[in-house]
Nanobody, 118 residues
Framework: QVQLVESGGGLVQAGGSLRLSCAASGSIRSINTMGWYRQAPGKQRELVAKITSGGTINYADSVKGRFTISRDNAKNTVYLQMNSLKPEDTAVYYC????????????WGQGTQVTVSS
């Protein structure tokens, strides 16, 4: 089992910045990929950014150049630095951890609200 605890959400004006953190505990050696997803009201959950244990990174097109994902393996923590925030970035942001298994297991954090005002 893997437990994920997020922090860092909040209210910010358009153009501002926020930094999300997600600390993993439990069976951390089983974790391959860690990432961030978001879900806005009435919309499906979507990938924001993810990073593998080997350092491969993927971003959603909508956040490229504005968001940066990073991972501190010593602290079992993944970060999402969000700059130049837009109102359309408003959503609940969820931390995700995916295991190494052939059929990976997904673990989710409780979610943190990010609200960008115009």
């Amino acid at each position: 089992q893997v437990q994920l605890v997020e922090s860092g959400g909040g209210l910010v004006q358009a153009g501002g910045s926020l930094r999300l953190s997600c600390a993993a505990s439990g069976s951390i050696r089983s974790i391959n990929t860690m990432g961030w997803y978001r879900q806005a009201p009435g919309k499906q959950r979507e990938l924001v950014a993810k990073i593998t244990s080997g350092g491969t990174i993927n971003y959603a097109d909508s956040v490229k150049g504005r968001f940066t994902i990073s991972r501190d393996n010593a602290k079992n923590t993944v970060y999402l630095q969000m700059n130049s925030l837009k109102p359309e970035d408003t959503a609940v942001y969820y931390c995700n951890a995916q295991t190494f298994q052939v059929i990976p297991i997904d673990y989710w954090g409780q979610g943190t609200q990010v609200t960008v005002s115009s």
